[in-house]
């Protein structure tokens, strides 16, 4: 079987779809990798083909950043070099609305590798979970209201609207795999039956010894206890430096700070912060004893893979969502966005709480027991879905529009005209 992976390039995003095409072209897949080109290096480490998008007309259309806005590349670049590598399937990120319509257009079965919680509304139940920031529905309406926006630019016919469960979204693919656990999920709550939990799909790029020793000997010069600071997208929030400062100035704990998507660092002078740019975390929360965050997944999960609490101060998207859960389970302690009176007393009361450090290793460990099969686990709902008869599905409400006569080898036609720059699968 010839597998396309198109997931966004962005670490979050990319490095769960290696782990899971590693594990299948170890069982005999052909399988290649379309994204932005800062991605090659990480796919090639990873062992798999790669393919630019800036070569099918994917200019920043697996950007993370600009999700909302570049569904038509891509789109356009996933048609074309879906058909330039003869895909019979995708594996794609969540939010990735380009790739679901490519993947309807070309008559393909698809598979969506999302974040560690489900986004969106719930089959059933849930209906006493607390909303933070907005509700599932709000969410769930706009994530839809963004894809039907995108079909409508690529210029495929209109469909109804799903009802209240999402059973029938396009936004499911034709399955959605969760990196978390399902007690991440509200107590109660019954995901639609396309959503597996499969396990964090931990994977990332090695990193260099003596970046390594030179980052150590950094840390050195304070000889203080380290703190790693994950801070992901601000959505609107505000900056957190201000926080970060006056949390890290004259106190008893340094920072390694990833500045990552996060834009526009603004560390004090005096404070004991240390920016960093790496593509690779596991390091650095190994030397840490604790992990800020605002609430993203790949943060989340890597310091729980490793035993370490959390200090959450959430903003958008899924953060929200993923903080409350591991609120819930004890494994992390909410931070104020803005300072308040002594807020190094805060992150010190956290590295104190004992309750807090013992929960965050029972959850990791059962996390870290889910991450032994989940690349298997992963690539055996990939071969399912690959065996599913086509009928099948059909079924879903979103397929109702898919073209009958222009099958998964036919040339599209309209705008999106075949881009002839080889991908090659070597």
């Known amino acids: 079987m010839n597998i396309l992976l198109c997931p966004l390039s962005d670490g979050g ?5 290696l782990a899971a095409g590693r594990e299948l072209q170890r069982r005999g897949h052909r399988v290649s990798v ?64 380009g790739a679901l319509l490519a993947a309807e257009a070309l008559d393909l079965p698809v598979v969506v590798i999302g974040l560690s919680i489900h986004l969106w509304t719930y089959r059933s139940g849930g209906t006493d979970e607390p909303q933070y920031g907005r509700t599932r529905e709000n969410r769930t309406r706009e994530t839809l209201a963004l894809y039907a926006a995108t079909r409508e630019q690529a210029g495929l016919a209109g469909r109804a609207a799903p009802g209240g469960v999402l059973d029938d979204s396009p936004l499911l693919g034709d399955a959605l795999l969760l990196r978390g656990l399902p007690e991440l999920e509200h107590p109660g709550a019954e995901l639609p039956p396309r959503v597996h939990h499969v396990g964090p799909l931990a994977w990332e790029p090695a990193a260099d010894p ?10 050195a010069r304070t000889g203080k206890p380290l703190v790693y600071v994950h801070l992901g997208r601000f959505f609107g929030g505000g900056s957190p430096w ?7 100035t004259g106190g008893r704990y340094q920072a390694v700070v990833e500045q990552g998507r996060t834009a526009d660092p603004r560390p004090a002078p005096e404070a004991d912060v240390l920016l960093v740019r790496k593509p690779w975390l596991g390091p650095l ?52 966005r803005a300072p308040r009176p002594d807020p190094a007393g805060l992150l010190d009361a956290a590295w ?30 990939v071969e399912q879905t690959a065996r599913q008869p086509a009928t099948s599905r059909e079924n879903h409400g979103y397929s109702t529009s898919r073209p009958g006569p222009r099958g998964r080898r036919e040339p599209l036609g309209g705008s999106a005209e075949l881009d002839r720059t080889a991908l090659r699968l070597s």
């Open 13 to 17: 995003y990319l490095y769960p779809a």
């Open 34 to 97: 379309l994204g932005r080109a800062a991605a090659a290096p990480f796919a090639a480490e990873a062992g798999l083909p790669f393919a630019a998008a800036e070569e099918f007309g994917g200019a920043r259309a697996f950007d993370a950043a600009r999700w909302g806005v570049t569904g038509l590349a891509q789109y356009r670049a996933t048609v074309r070099a879906a058909r330039q590598a003869r895909a019979d399937l995708l594996i794609t990120s969540v939010l990735c609305n």
């Open 210 to 219: 003596a970046e390594l020793a030179t980052l150590d000997d950094a840390l």
């Open 242 to 248: 201000p926080r970060l400062n006056a949390t890290f």
């Open 285 to 336: 929360v190994d030397r840490a004893g604790l992990v800020l965050t605002a609430g993203t997944s790949a943060p989340a999960l890597g310091a729980l893979l490793r035993g370490r609490p959390l200090g959450v101060t959430p903003n958008g998207s899924e953060q929200p969502v993923l903080a409350g859960a591991l609120l819930r389970e004890g494994a992390a302690v909410h931070l104020p």
């Open 352 to 381: 104190r709480d004992r309750s807090l450090r013992a929960r965050a290793r029972g959850l990791g460990h059962r996390l870290a027991e889910a991450e032994t099969g989940s690349a298997r686990r992963a690539a055996d709902l």
